[in-house]
């Protein structure tokens, strides 16, 4: 069974400052590893994602992620906190350890983190 | 705009009832999800197809069941609703071979 949890289910930053949102994971195989972004009244926004290769992952927005193996985490971070940026965001794993196929490749997802940004 | 479309927009309807969401996926993808998103649950697996055919099975209850048509799109009927049924349900799409699913805009449904 995949498991995700997201520290914080608030975080508030002022505009210019980092942003950091935690992400910890459990999978039992090869985890591939997303973060997604929910602006209000709206569907959700592939931000960056992991699966093989490089741990430090670029995204959309200025964002990236780190992924350690040794910590199950992938935090994400951004050094400049935009009023832009105010959402939810939410992380997720997904059990489709290939690429290819019809593996099942369902996401199971963390809480979310709401990201206030304050002037 | 992800590709992918789910209609209609907003559902409001009463207790008891029976409602069908639709989802176009993104063209060319095989696979479609289906996700529940509620204040006191988050954003939970429902159901996926596979080109038609059922390929795996989260926390759907008995009342909910989809389907995958032949032109690929997908539906997700809800019978007998109940109040804590209210929630956002989305649809996702993903292309054979590649990891990234894609969200539509979601369905808004009030049970009243």
């Known amino acids: 069974a995949q498991s995700v949890t997201q520290l914080g289910s608030h975080v508030s930053v002022s505009e210019g400052a980092l942003v950091l949102l935690r992400c910890n994971y459990s999978?039992?195989?090869?985890?591939?590893l997303f973060w997604y972004v929910q602006y209000p009244n709206q569907g959700l926004q592939l931000l960056l994602k992991?699966?093989?290769?490089?741990?430090l992952v670029k995204g959309i927005n200025g964002f990236e992620a780190e992924f350690k193996k040794s910590e199950t985490s992938f935090h994400l971070t951004k050094p400049s906190a935009h009023m832009s940026d105010a959402a939810e965001y939410f992380c997720?794993?997904?059990?489709?350890?290939?690429?290819?196929?019809?593996?099942?490749?369902?996401?199971?997802f963390g809480q979310g983190t709401i990201l206030t940004v304050h002037p | 705009d992800s590709g992918v479309t789910q209609t209609p927009k907003h559902l409001i309807t009463a207790t008891g009832q029976r409602v069908t969401l639709r989802c176009s996926p993104r063209?060319?993808?095989?696979?479609v999800y289906w996700y529940q998103q509620s204040l006191d649950q988050g954003l939970q697996f429902l159901i996926q197809?596979?080109?038609?055919?059922?390929?795996a099975k989260g926390n759907i209850l008995e009342r909910f069941s989809a389907q995958q048509f032949p032109d690929l799109h997908s539906e997700l009927n809800l019978s007998s609703l109940e109040l804590g049924d209210s929630a956002l349900y989305f649809c996702?799409?993903?292309?054979?071979?590649?990891?990234?699913?894609?969200f539509g805009p979601g369905t808004r449904l009030l049970v009243l």
């Open positions: 996702a799409s993903r292309a054979t071979g590649h990891e990234t699913q894609y």
């Open positions: 999978s039992s195989v090869p985890p591939y």
């Open positions: 992991y699966t093989t290769g490089a741990t």
């Open positions: 997720a794993v997904s059990d489709l350890a290939n690429a290819g196929g019809t593996s099942y490749g369902k996401l199971t």
């Open positions: 063209s060319g993808d095989l696979s």
């Open positions: 197809y596979y080109n038609g055919e059922e390929r």
